[in-house]
């Protein structure tokens, strides 16, 4: 019989383009966030030295012109002590749900603990249960020596049944594009999903928001908890200003639980505030790439984290 030929002129010797869905897990401060940023080579994700950053699933998104892999940073999962964090597990296993590949992080500076635990078992149940890939990833590989690192690498071997396993350093850069290759392995035969050139579909506002958290979080006490909602009111183009050099008024609004706290993120006389402001707008204007005058308030909402209608309202 002769040979087919393909009906749309393309050669079947060339891999078929994979496109698809990454999900990064992992317990709070596992690295997740700065192995997305790594990842797509763009700042897309918030990191903080604080656990629990992440409040939304960032996509970043990167493209070759082999492959669009696009990852979605999600909260740590972990045991929920209030209603805030009941949701964002929630959140965490939809996201599971549909993805194509699995990233489990665990940092290769902390020991193998019960957080752990706690992930690879509701990973193991989703591997049952929908046949998910899940690649573990020991984060931090920078921070240890080689006798650590093997240490580590064993202990995630005995915590589950892994597709793979592959140490790494997002500061560094340490096997970053393995990690690529990898979870890009696991995708499915697909036409690209965004066009060339999207980082993220991520609003701009809601990018606003998380640089501003992300400003705020840095440099607080150890007793300052994880407490701090923030919400952009308005984003408003500045009127007569000279053709050419726009520049964009943001009022942002920050929401805290007790008085206290308040205190502390403004600091002695305005001081800390200003600093915030100042870290957060050189990241805005980096990401829409024009002047921007932020104006900053904070506020207090008594303990939202455990009020349903003050979390709605506040966007969760």
């Known amino acids: 019989m002769p040979e087919s030929a393909d009906t749309d002129g393309s050669d079947a010797s060339e891999p078929a383009y994979?496109?698809?869905?990454?999900?990064?897990?992992?317990?709070?401060?596992?690295?997740?966030?700065?192995?997305?940023?790594?990842?797509?080579?763009?700042?897309?994700?918030?990191?903080?030295?604080?656990?629990?950053?992440?409040?939304?699933?960032?996509?970043?998104?990167?493209?070759?012109?082999?492959?669009?892999?696009?990852?979605?940073?999600?909260?740590?999962?972990?045991?929920?002590?209030?209603?805030?964090?009941?949701?964002?597990?929630?959140?965490?296993?939809?996201?599971?749900?549909?993805?194509?590949?699995?990233g489990f992080c665990l940092p290769a500076d902390q020991k193998i603990g019960p957080g752990d635990a706690y992930i690879a078992k509701e990973l193991a149940e989703l591997q049952r249960a929908k046949r998910k890939p899940v690649v573990a990833l020991a984060t931090k590989s920078d921070k240890v020596d080689r006798r650590r690192m093997t240490e580590h690498l064993i202990a995630i071997d005995q915590l589950g049944a892994w597709d793979e396993i592959v140490p790494c350093s997002a500061t560094r850069g340490d096997q970053v594009e393995v990690v690529k290759t990898v979870l890009t392995s696991y995708l499915p035969a697909s036409p690209q999903l965004y066009p060339d050139g999207v980082l993220t579909d991520e609003p701009d506002a809601v990018m606003i928001a998380e640089l501003v958290r992300e400003a705020a979080l840095e440099g607080v006490r150890d007793e300052m908890p994880h407490s701090l909602a923030v919400v952009v009111e308005e984003m408003l183009p500045r009127e007569g200003r000279p053709e050419g050099d726009p520049m964009l008024d943001v009022r942002v609004n920050v929401f805290v639980e007790r008085s206290s706290q308040k205190a502390i993120i403004i600091g002695r006389a305005g001081a800390r505030l200003k600093e915030v402001g100042s870290n957060a707008r050189a990241g805005i204007e980096e990401l829409l790439g024009q002047k921007v005058y932020l104006d900053l308030h904070v506020k207090v909402a008594k303990d939202w984290q455990r009020d349903p209608k003050q979390m709605q309202r506040l966007g969760f």
């Open 18 to 102: 994979r496109a698809g869905f990454a999900c990064l897990v992992g317990r709070p401060n596992a690295g997740k966030s700065t192995l997305t940023n790594a990842l797509v080579g763009h700042k897309v994700a918030i990191t903080s030295s604080k656990p629990q950053t992440t409040r939304h699933t960032i996509r970043g998104i990167t493209t070759t012109a082999h492959s669009q892999l696009i990852l979605v940073d999600t909260p740590g999962l972990h045991r929920p002590r209030t209603l805030l964090g009941e949701r964002l597990n929630h959140l965490v296993r939809e996201t599971l749900l549909e993805v194509d590949v699995i």
